[in-house]
Nanobody
Framework: QVQLVESGGGLVQAGGSLRLSCAAS????????MGWFRQVPGKEREFVAG????????DYSDSVKGRFTISRDNAKNTVYLQMSSLKPEDTAVYYC???????????????WGQGTQVTVSS
């Protein structure tokens, strides 16, 4: 089973940057399309960004397009989310998961990691 551990979150001022990491254990996720999701209290988890298993294609929600960059290093079994020009509305707990299929904005694995909190102050 794949176990996912998110890290890199923190408190940052609006306009700043953070780089999130998602590391897998148990088995490699190198063969999976991967995605980042985020959730705020009282709202459903939403798709943020996706990356093809090879890293050749990426997909972003309109709200983060142009500001966030998803990448992966399959040799390190890690997926990254570089977040720039952060806005207060980006404040959320960020999670990673495999994508059910390419083009899907739904998670594949029922089990989620602990997530990492990103707080953007104005």
């Amino acid at each position: 089973q794949v176990q996912l551990v998110e890290s890199g979150g923190g408190l940052v001022q609006a306009g700043g940057s953070l780089r999130l990491s998602c590391a897998a254990s148990g088995r490699t996720f190198s063969g999976y399309n991967m995605g980042w999701f985020r959730q705020v209290p009282g709202k459903e988890r939403e798709f943020v960004a996706g990356i093809l298993w090879t890293g050749g294609l990426t997909d972003y929600s309109d709200s983060v397009k142009g500001r966030f960059t998803i990448s992966r290093d399959n040799a390190k079994n890690t997926v990254y989310l570089q977040m720039s020009s952060l806005k207060p509305e980006d404040t959320a707990v960020y999670y990673c998961n495999a994508l059910r299929s390419w083009g899907s904005h739904e998670a594949k694995f029922a089990s989620w990691g602990q997530g990492t909190q990103v707080t953007v102050s104005s």
